[in-house]
């Protein structure tokens, strides 16, 4: 509530500091020459000087004050009961913020309850003063803002370079992100890879972190059975139905496909996008398995299993079609018109033409709408939960039940679980690994991307 009041406080603050500025800019403009700036640049300027400070001040008020409320229950005289251990005082800690924020909620810990209105004093107190300070800081830089409204002041040029360190600003915040998440995962595998070799974890052919209790880690660690089922289900069966699917989808809707029917067809097949996951699933689960099986069993085949790598990668190639027709659509749509019309002067066939001319100079763009494709499929997580099981096993058959990483690693993280023993842990090294194996399928899209591009004048 408090925050919410105070970003409106401070985007009230800053509108007023806009209207404010433009007014006394206003008053000083003559005409174009009698000014550096047009008047509703001094207003930005000032916008600028009211809103960002006062954000600063209060993301970093932000981030220290729940340390300092911590320490201000401890030494209210309700927390005189409270345990001497760290982890039970956190937890009780948690507690009580968890019941002043919803009374409703029920902690464990009795001592919880006595805590909570300790809680709601400091939080309230120590949110009163991170708002004055805000207020203060988005004052104090409107005050130095107003000040510098003058007809020599270059405001444009500054809010300009304003817009620019935002921009650069956002720039590094996804790239820092991108180094968090990398490092998290590094960090977390490090503390697996202490206690299971690598060598172990990616060529051992059994995997049961159930069992894994004592010296006997590396055993039981082996993700080779995981990566297969991965690329079995995502990379081999969707692809081949996404592939050819999506293709001859993109191929029908540039080259013969009419004005009304394009107009009608790309959006439907592009709906595919859109469903959510867990309606794949239970399509997967409920239709498509029991179908196979059923299949199966028709054709001879003994016990067959309603879950099936089959079920999930077909489903899961269906939902990928977008991906590759979208982009293959693009990648055909941007070949210069003159390279088809010269081919088909030339007596070449509509058909040859699109197979030796069109498709060729679109392959970049089609490798980069099967890569991006073949990305999406290796981190789906709720077909294969639905459709293809939690078995970790090590075979060809399609008709088998199987799992994949992503699997393992939701398997891994949910549930009551110690968060440092080697089993938890090992879904942040199967994480590591999946993020390695995308790392490494963006790069070679890119170097066949650049091997077969082609530069048209």
Same mark, same amino acid.
């Given at each position: 509530?408090?925050?919410?009041?105070?970003?409106?406080?401070? @985007?009230?603050?800053?509108?007023?500091?806009? @209207?404010?500025?433009?007014?006394?800019?206003?008053?000083?403009?003559?005409?174009?020459?009698?000014?550096?700036?047009?008047?509703?640049?001094?207003?930005?300027?000032? +916008?600028? =000087?009211?809103?960002?400070?006062? #954000?600063?001040?209060?993301?970093?008020?932000?981030?220290?004050?729940?340390?300092?409320?911590?320490?201000?229950?401890?030494?209210?005289?309700?927390? /005189?009961?409270?345990?001497?251990?760290?982890?039970?005082?956190?937890?009780?800690?948690?507690e009580a913020r968890s019941i002043a924020a919803d009374p409703?909620?029920?902690?464990?810990?009795? #001592?919880?309850?006595?805590?909570?209105?300790?809680?709601?004093?400091?939080?309230?107190?120590?949110?009163?003063?991170?708002?004055?300070?805000?207020?203060?800081?988005?004052?104090?830089?409107?005050?130095? +803002?107003?000040?510098?409204?003058?007809?020599?002041?270059?405001?444009?040029?500054?809010?300009?370079?304003?817009?620019?360190?935002?921009?650069?600003? /956002?720039?590094?915040?996804?790239?820092?992100?991108?180094?968090?998440?990398?490092?998290? #995962?590094?960090?977390?595998?490090?503390?697996?890879?202490?206690?299971?070799?690598?060598?172990?974890?990616?060529?051992?052919?059994? =995997?049961?972190? +159930?069992?894994?209790?004592?010296?006997? @880690?590396?055993?039981?660690?082996?993700?080779?059975?995981?990566? =297969?089922?991965?690329?079995?289900?995502?990379?081999?069966?969707?692809?081949?139905?996404?592939?050819?699917?999506?293709?001859?989808?993109?191929?029908?809707?540039?080259?013969?496909?009419?004005?009304?029917?394009?107009?009608? #067809?790309?959006?439907? $097949?592009?709906?595919?996008?859109?469903?959510?996951?867990?309606?794949?699933?239970?399509?997967?689960?409920?239709?498509?398995?029991?179908?196979?099986?059923?299949?199966?069993?028709?054709?001879?085949?003994?016990?067959?299993? !309603?879950?099936?790598?089959?079920? +999930?990668?077909?489903?899961?190639?269906?939902?990928?079609?977008?991906?590759?027709?979208?982009?293959?659509?693009?990648?055909? !749509?941007?070949?210069?018109?003159?390279? /088809?019309?010269?081919?088909?002067?030339?007596?070449?066939?509509?058909?040859?033409?699109?197979?030796?001319?069109?498709?060729?100079? /679109?392959?970049?763009?089609?490798?980069?709408?099967?890569?991006?494709?073949?990305?999406?499929?290796?981190?789906?997580?709720?077909?294969?939960?639905?459709?293809?099981?939690?078995?970790?096993?090590? !075979?060809?058959?399609?008709?088998?039940s199987m799992t994949t990483v992503t699997y393992q690693i939701?398997?891994?993280?949910?549930?009551?679980?110690?968060?440092?023993?080697?089993?938890?842990?090992?879904?942040?090294?199967?994480?590591?690994?999946?993020?390695?194996? !995308?790392?490494? $399928?963006?790069?070679?899209?890119l170097r066949v991307v650049k091997r077969f591009r082609e530069?048209?004048?």
């Amino acid at each position: 509530m408090i925050l919410s009041i105070v970003l409106a406080a401070v @985007l009230a603050l800053g509108l007023v500091g806009w @209207l404010a500025a433009r007014a006394r800019a206003r008053l000083l403009y003559k005409g174009r020459d009698s000014m550096h700036s047009m008047p509703v640049y001094h207003a930005w300027h000032l +916008a600028l =000087w009211v809103v960002v400070p006062a #954000l600063l001040v209060w993301g970093i008020w932000s981030a220290i004050s729940p340390a300092m409320v911590d320490q201000a229950v401890l030494a209210s005289p309700a927390a /005189a009961g409270l345990s001497t251990d760290p982890l039970q005082r956190a937890t009780t800690l948690s507690e009580a913020r968890s019941i002043a924020a919803d009374p409703t909620f029920i902690g464990f810990n009795p #001592l919880s309850t006595t805590l909570a209105e300790p809680m709601r004093a400091a939080q309230t107190r120590f949110g009163l003063i991170g708002a004055a300070l805000v207020a203060i800081a988005g004052l104090a830089g409107g005050g130095y +803002a107003f000040t510098r409204v003058r007809a020599g002041f270059p405001a444009r040029t500054q809010v300009e370079r304003g817009i620019m360190l935002v921009l650069l600003g /956002a720039s590094l915040l996804a790239i820092f992100t991108t180094f968090g998440i990398v490092g998290s #995962l590094v960090f977390e595998a490090g503390l697996f890879f202490r206690d299971v070799s690598p060598i172990a974890f990616l060529t051992g052919l059994h =995997w049961s972190p +159930a069992n894994a209790v004592g010296s006997d @880690l590396d055993a039981n660690f082996g993700a080779v059975p995981l990566f =297969w089922g991965t690329i079995y289900i995502g990379a081999i069966i969707a692809m081949l139905v996404a592939i050819p699917l999506g293709l001859m989808s993109a191929v029908y809707l540039t080259q013969y496909a009419d004005a009304r029917a394009r107009k009608v #067809l790309k959006p439907v $097949l592009e709906i595919l996008a859109g469903i959510p996951t867990v309606v794949y699933g239970y399509f997967a689960a409920l239709s498509v398995a029991p179908f196979i099986r059923d299949l199966a069993a028709s054709l001879g085949y003994q016990n067959p299993s !309603t879950e099936s790598a089959l079920a +999930a990668g077909l489903v899961m190639g269906v939902m990928i079609i977008p991906f590759v027709s979208s982009m293959a659509d693009d990648a055909i !749509t941007a070949v210069p018109r003159a390279m /088809a019309d010269g081919s088909l002067a030339m007596g070449a066939t509509k058909s040859e033409t699109i197979k030796k001319v069109l498709l060729p100079a /679109a392959l970049p763009g089609i490798v980069a709408g099967v890569m991006l494709a073949i990305s999406r499929a290796i981190g789906e997580t709720m077909i294969v939960v639905m459709a293809a099981g939690a078995t970790a096993r090590l !075979t060809a058959d399609p008709l088998a039940s199987m799992t994949t990483v992503t699997y393992q690693i939701v398997q891994l993280l949910t549930g009551d679980q110690e968060f440092n023993s080697p089993k938890t842990l090992s879904a942040f090294a199967l994480g590591l690994v999946l993020f390695v194996v !995308t790392l490494i $399928l963006n790069i070679i899209a890119l170097r066949v991307v650049k091997r077969f591009r082609e530069a048209y004048e």
